[in-house]
């Protein structure tokens, strides 16, 4: 398998964000280039050094950072990407994307790519999961045209067992390389 594309991935505050390294290493592995954009919340749970690691590339948090140099970042990650993922992706970011807020940088970007390939990663717990306002979200954010892989059912972090984990990194690799193949497919055709 080789992805040869520009992934741009997304980590929420979940707790399968420890997860997100793995699916990092994994893209790279396959010939992706990765940049990771990490929220807050991502950034209390995993390093922004683990991804600088095994992806070689840079790690981006703050919506404001490139303003001193008059680079208005988010549409430059934007468009330099040729896909988008996010894992985990949270009920919050679910419900700013359904809602059109733009409050960091990965809400932000993600509003600004709407048009690219978008692969959500759901992780929560179940109880939030069925939340109704959670499942509006998700059709919502669907409708729109954003893709989802999971989530899964199995043990949570809780110490439940539900529906709610992350799916496996290797999944959602394979999961890009279809949407991959997708595109391919309808440029071939034109």
């Known amino acids: 398998m080789a992805l040869n594309q520009n992934i741009l991935l997304g980590v929420t505050g979940g707790v399968a964000a420890y997860k997100a390294v ?15 954009i990490m929220t807050a919340s991502a950034g209390q749970l995993v ?9 070689g590339g840079p790690v981006y948090s703050d919506l404001w950072a490139g303003a001193q140099d008059h680079d208005i970042e988010h549409v430059r990650l934007a468009a330099w990407a040729d896909l988008v993922v996010v894992a985990p992706a949270t009920a919050n970011i679910l419900g700013k994307i359904a809602a059109g807020i ?5 809400s932000t970007v993600l509003c600004v790519c709407w048009e690219k390939p978008v692969l959500l990663a759901p992780a929560m717990n179940s109880r939030m ?7 509006r979200n998700v059709q919502t ?6 893709r989802m892989i999971g989530p899964e059912t199995g043990r949570l ?10 799916a496996e990194p ?3 690799v394979e999961a890009i390389q279809q949407i991959k193949d997708q595109r391919s497919k309808i440029k071939t055709e034109e």
């Open 170 to 172: 290797s999944q959602i």
């Open 157 to 166: 972090a809780c110490g439940d067992t539900g529906i709610g984990r992350m």
């Open 22 to 36: 793995d699916l990092a290493s994994k893209l790279t592995s396959a010939g992706a280039t990765v940049k990771t």
């Open 141 to 146: 954010v669907t409708g729109l045209g954003f």
């Open 129 to 135: 999961w069925a939340n109704p306002i959670v499942q």
């Open 47 to 55: 390093a922004p050094r683990s991804f600088e690691a095994v992806t």
């Open 102 to 106: 733009c409050d960091d940088l990965l």
